[in-house]
């Protein structure tokens, strides 16, 4: 945050005056009550979600399948690899040295705790990753995850996925990492000793984070080009940044907005910032509580942020933010904080020099509870006088007081997957995979379609068996690879559809 | 690896090839489709033993001439020659392609100015009533997330370009193959963008008009239709613009837009053509009209059917251990690969700053500083997608990297390595130090080798409108 002197210099006239003439007006004070008052209704659209929320996020399982049962000495992934999706896998407690990589829908992995004793995962400092997956509907729980070099639990554009109950040590970049999904819940977890952030949700939606304990990382919990997350009943002490909320330049998926960050115990985080030269924590300035840069409708409500050397809050936009780079397609702007009830002790009490001098420029000295820096529209603040503030004065009171009528973002029953008509399955498969080889008359590569048409006319299922296991049938032509990548009700589709399909 | 191979030379300059090494300058092109195609009079058949011809058939074939579905005693001729290569080990190696079977279909044709523009899309197309082709894939089955078209294995695409009609899209590939385009004839688009090597050139700096040296490598073109800029350093937002620029930059093909109309002109063919591709205007014949069906063309250009998408989609039998390997590696947050080449594209289609060096003896590319007028992107490119990177050797922006290996190697080399003292570059966060073991890193390579899909690889024109022979292999080199 070194830019934060330049621009400090550049705009202390303007604002000397401004606070200047703010200072002598703050006669009469808004008192606001937070309880029984209006509730902030979120910007998340309520319609999306009509059945009954759930307990979690992934969806209910209507049979369970098959319960494997993992001892020390077998491996995990082989288990993963036997089991399909509705299974359970069950890790009894013991070592185990392995990166496990779930490809698959539903699977819940489990590890069983007796006595204390945990299923631990042991990355023995060499190997990158504990857990990945990409499937939806995933449950990871009761593991202990250590001495890994990349993650603890990732996720790659997993679905409906709950994280729960883990204790991770040491485990590299991020230690609960999911990333490109939506609906997940992340609750319960242990998380100390991470590089960068110890629970980072980047560019997902619809997120719940609660009841976590994450501690001696740079950043505790990281909301990054994500909407729609919920951080919540946590408790993130000694990291250099407790919690966060922004938007990074230069990703794919471009702001951050509809977060809320309630009710948290978030205390002691000074620890020097050891992130990596050139990752975006890497800026955090040691001893923030919670910091927005450039995410928009950012609630801040019911914590507790006591013991932060720079600031309790840290509010500010792209510009005033250091080695960022450039992305024209975001908006480098903190609009629409919102500043409700919280307990804020401490704070501010050797901020940086960078924040010292804006805060001059409202002739402001002493600690500092709440620091805002660069544009913002739409920003709001209840009970203002509670605090010690920096460039808080456009602010308005906010319209509401809590945010109680808002339980969760996850969406009831799980996300949908994309709904595609069995004849629509038919064509995309047909086209997309089957005409490389198969003209419609003559041969491309493969038959024509006709001669398959004439061949399997009216026994779809027949051509179902060949193209999961083709065997040769005409002298001279290519062998055709087989075609069970494709799930059944595909395979059925495109057989269906190459048999009515016309020129 | 492709079930078929066949190889087509260019009908006016044909040598006889002397060995299988010799054939790395040809073309090649899944058979039936030539024959569907092009009017044969004879054909060749080579059979070759470890590379070296065993013996050679003419084939006399006056009775296929035009006829599309007629083609099964050459087919049979075909297999025998496949059956007998592939017995007497007749493979090579190349650019990481293993051929298996070559053929070299030689031809001569009867003068036919008359070309007819296809009335059926490509592959992987579908034609609408009102003869449109729309893209149907795999992916379509999936969402993404903020419809960001990138995730992870099953993934929505971004939303491709597409809804040209069979027409345009033909009368594009004329186009792109004839060096009509340039200003002396003497290259076309496929010059530079080689389908034969990944739409590439196999080059580090491209060559333009007169020999000159470009600063950058010739982008592939596999999945333009799915990217929403276009160059190294970003300056073009759509095929459209993008085809304008080496149309008529000075160093590249040379052209000007009247120059261009008026050899598109003169060469009577092409009035034809594109009065079949834009019917419905009074003067088809314009520089957007060129543009539309460059861009429809490209938008064919279509890759998803790897190894790597049979596993995307649930098939895990489909890469091997060490490719399954690999693929961790380069998900891990430890690599990072996939944070910018990130599935299913393998680009995000962000600009980043990685500090690659240049080429021995040349300055700093600034990259996209110039697109942007920001020093922050001092030295950063677009990220390039890494479908078929394997037949797009040399990496990176100008080349700097021959392998694969190479290439990936740079990522272990720690941050800023390659960036000179009184350089100043912002390095993207990414760019870390992974200490990547040597085992890594072939796994990597061994990954990326398995997003090879070259199916649906565009057959080369039998012969061009305006009767110029092909220009797109001089620049070829072998690869090793």
């Not at chain 1, 990349?150 to 554009?157: D, E, F, T």
């Not at chain 1, 997120?207 to 304990?213: K, L, S």
């Not at chain 2, 009079?41 to 080579?46: A, E, Q, T, V």
């Not at chain 2, 490598?217 to 085809?243: G, K, M």
């Amino acid at each position: 945050m070194k830019n934060l002197n330049t621009l400090a210099i550049g705009l202390a006239f303007v604002t000397f005056a401004a606070g200047w003439y703010l200072g002598g007006s703050n006669d009469a004070l808004t008192i606001t009550s937070s309880s029984g008052g209006k509730s902030y209704s979120g910007g998340y659209e309520a319609e999306q979600s009509t059945a009954a929320k759930g307990s979690g996020a992934v969806k209910l399982r209507t049979t369970e399948g098959t319960t494997h049962i993992i001892n020390p000495g077998d491996s995990i992934q082989a288990a993963v690899e036997l089991a399909v999706p509705g299974d359970t896998i069950q890790v009894m407690p013991g070592t185990y040295s392995e990166t496990v990589y779930i490809d698959k829908d539903d699977i819940h992995l489990r590890g069983v705790i007796v006595e204390g004793e945990r299923a631990t995962l042991d990355g023995l400092k060499t190997l990158n990753d504990a857990i990945l997956f990409s499937g939806n509907n995933i449950i990871i729980e009761n593991f202990k995850i250590i001495d890994y070099k990349g993650n603890g639990i990732m996720s790659q554009a997993g679905n409906n996925f709950e994280i729960r109950n883990n204790l991770i040590i040491d485990t590299g970049i991020y230690g609960i990492f999911p990333q490109l999904g939506k609906n997940g819940l992340i609750e319960h977890n242990v998380v100390s000793g991470i590089a960068d952030a110890a629970i980072y949700v980047g560019m997902s939606d619809n997120i719940h984070v609660a009841y976590n304990e994450v501690f001696d990382s740079v950043a505790g919990i990281e909301i990054e080009n994500s909407r729609h997350a919920i951080v919540e009943n946590n408790h993130t002490h000694h990291n250099t940044g407790g919690i966060l909320a922004f938007i990074t330049p230069g990703l794919p998926v471009k702001d951050t907005y509809d977060v809320i960050i309630r009710n948290n115990f978030i205390m002691d985080n000074n620890t020097p910032n050891f992130g990596a030269p050139g990752s975006t924590v890497a800026g955090i300035p040691a001893g923030t509580g919670i910091l927005i840069m450039a995410a928009d409708d950012v609630v801040v409500e019911g914590n507790i942020i006591s013991n932060h050397k720079t600031a309790g809050i840290l509010i500010t936009d792209h510009g005033n933010a250091d080695d960022l780079t450039l992305d024209p397609e975001s908006d480098p702007n903190a609009d629409g904080a919102m500043i409700l009830d919280n307990v804020m002790l401490n704070n501010g009490y050797d901020t940086i020099d960078a924040v010292r001098a804006f805060a001059l420029t409202e002739l402001h000295t002493g600690d500092i509870d709440i620091f805002q820096i660069g544009p913002t529209e739409g920003s709001c603040i209840n009970n203002r006088h509670r605090y010690k503030t920096v460039g808080v004065s456009d602010f308005t009171d906010c319209d509401f007081t809590n945010t109680d009528d808002i339980e969760n973002y996850l969406l009831a029953g799980g996300a949908e997957p994309r709904v595609i008509l069995p004849s629509e399955r038919g064509e995309i498969a047909y086209l997309g995979v089957c005409t490389g080889c198969h003209a419609y008359a003559g041969r491309l590569i493969g038959p024509s379609v006709m001669e398959i048409q004439a061949l399997y006319a009216d026994r779809p299922e027949a051509l179902v068996n060949y193209i999961n296991a083709p065997i040769p049938m005409r002298d001279n032509y290519p062998e055709m690879p087989a075609q069970n990548y494709l799930d059944a009700e595909t395979q059925l589709a495109v057989a269906n559809y190459i048999l009515k399909v016309g020129n | 690896m492709h079930p078929s191979i066949v190889w087509v030379r260019d009908l006016t300059t044909l040598d006889e090839p002397q060995s299988t090494n010799h054939l790395l300058h040809l073309i090649y092109l899944p058979s039936a489709r030539i024959l569907s195609t092009v009017n044969l009079n004879w054909l060749k058949i080579y059979y070759f033993t470890y590379g070296n011809i065993e013996r050679a058939e003419k084939y006399d074939l006056p009775s296929f001439r035009g006829k599309r579905n007629n083609n099964k005693d050459l087919g049979l001729k075909m297999g025998e020659a496949l059956k007998y290569n592939r017995r007497h080990g007749a493979r090579i190696s190349a650019g990481g392609f293993l051929f298996v079977g070559l053929f070299l279909v030689s031809y001569a044709f009867a003068a036919n100015p008359n070309i007819q523009l296809s009335d059926t899309c490509p592959p992987s197309f579908g034609l609408s009533e009102d003869n449109r082709c729309s893209l149907r894939h795999m992916y379509q089955l999936y969402d993404s997330l903020q419809d960001s078209g990138i995730g992870g294995l099953k993934t929505a695409l971004p939303k491709a370009r597409d809804g040209f009609t069979p027409q345009q899209i033909d009368l594009g590939r004329l186009l792109f193959f004839d060096p009509i385009l340039s200003a002396d004839n003497s290259l076309s688009c496929a010059t530079c963008h080689n389908p034969a090597q990944g739409f590439g050139d196999g080059m580090g700096r491209s060559i333009g008009i007169k020999g000159h040296v470009q600063m950058r490598s010739a982008p592939t073109l596999w999945n333009s239709a799915f990217l929403s800029s276009f160059f190294w350093d970003a300056r073009a937002q759509s095929l459209e613009e993008q085809a304008l620029g080496p149309l008529f930059s000075a160093n590249e093909m040379g052209n000007t837009p009247e120059q261009l109309m008026a050899s598109l002109k003169s060469a009577t063919a092409y009035r034809g053509l594109f009065k079949q591709a834009f019917p419905d205007v009074a003067t088809a014949m314009s520089v957007d009209h060129v543009i539309t069906a460059l861009t429809a063309f490209q938008s064919s250009l279509v890759s998803l059917n790897s190894r790597y998408d049979q596993y995307a989609h649930g098939y895990h039998k489909a890469l091997s251990k060490n490719e399954i390997a690999g693929l961790n590696v380069f998900r891990s947050f430890v690599a990072r690969c996939s944070q910018c080449h990130t599935p299913p594209l393998f680009t995000n289609q962000q600009i980043a700053v990685i500090g690659t060096p240049e080429p021995e003896g040349l300055p700093r590319d600034i990259g996209a500083q110039q697109t942007f007028n920001s020093a922050v992107l001092r030295g950063g490119f677009k990220v390039p997608t890494l479908r078929n990177i394997a037949q797009t050797a040399p990496y990176m922006h100008s080349g700097r990297f021959q392998t694969l290996r190479e290439a990936a190697e740079f990522y272990t080399g720690g941050r800023g390595h390659a960036v000179p003292e009184d350089e100043e570059l912002l390095l993207h966060w990414h760019i870390s130090e992974p200490n990547l073991t040597s085992d890594e890193i072939d796994r990597l390579v061994d990954f990326m080798k398995t997003l090879s899909d070259q199916s649906l690889i565009p057959t080369t024109p039998a012969q061009l409108p305006s009767g110029l022979p092909f220009k797109h292999m001089e620049n070829m080199h072998e690869k090793s």
